[in-house]
């Protein structure tokens, strides 16, 4: 069984994917699959060079985030362009990656990612669970986590899911606005059905 875990930035979907660990069960990030697809050598970053040229990539050959982010936030097309290559390729890996989890033991697999439905990722899930907090609170933990200014989260989260479309769509919701020990007693609950889930 595979369960998307997703939330907007700063949620706490990281927070409670290693909860979920500790009581045994596997998980695989999506942020770390888009980060595997474009290193030095994967087809990915050949086909971003040739797009963009030699200001997107580091001296070392590696890719210059902050570069492309900078062309893409200002081009919608360029934008699309490049989700049209990373998209196939994140979902091929994490079905690698979930496939090669699924062989090891854990009784469920969580597939972490903070845009489970905007990339259309929630097809390869049975279920999703959304962490769920308001957007002050999103905003001050992502700050004091990142170091980051406020309108620099407001951009990030204009390009996510408003918190009402992402529960619309839930199965399962974790309230992560209390403390470590609220969101552990919601997790543990969902652990137990999750478990229950694949006895039926
Ligand atoms: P995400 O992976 O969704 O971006 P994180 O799991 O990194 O979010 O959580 C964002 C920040 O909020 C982190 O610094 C984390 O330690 C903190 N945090 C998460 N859950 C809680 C909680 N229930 N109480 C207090 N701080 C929390």
Do not use: C
């Not at 942020?31 to 971003?48: F, K, S, T, W, Y």
């Not at 934008?79 to 990373?86: C, I, P, Y």
């Amino acid at each position: 069984m595979i369960i998307g875990l997703t939330g907007g930035i700063g949620s706490g979907k990281s927070t409670v994917a290693r909860a979920f660990e500790t009581l045994g069960a596997a998980s695989v990030d999506a942020d770390d699959v888009a980060r595997e697809i474009v290193l030095p050598g994967e087809p990915a970053l050949l086909a971003i060079k040739n797009r963009f040229g030699d200001q997107v990539i580091h001296q070392d050959g590696t890719l210059n985030r902050a570069a492309l982010r900078a062309i893409i936030f200002k081009d919608p097309e360029q934008r699309r362009w490049l989700e049209s290559v990373t998209h196939p390729k994140i979902r091929e890996r994490l079905l690698q990656h979930l496939a090669q989890l699924k062989t090891q033991g854990a009784p469920y697999v969580l597939l972490v990612s903070p845009l489970l439905f905007e990339s259309g990722q929630n097809a390869l899930v049975n279920r999703a669970v959304v962490v769920d907090v308001p957007q002050a609170l999103q905003l001050s933990r992502t700050q004091q986590r990142d170091g980051v200014s406020e309108s620099q989260v407001h951009a990030i989260l204009a390009a996510q899911l408003s918190r009402e479309q992402r529960l619309a769509q839930a199965d399962d919701v974790i309230d992560n606005s209390g403390d470590h020990r609220s969101m552990m007693e919601q997790v543990v609950r969902l652990d137990q059905r999750y478990r229950q889930l694949l006895n039926d």
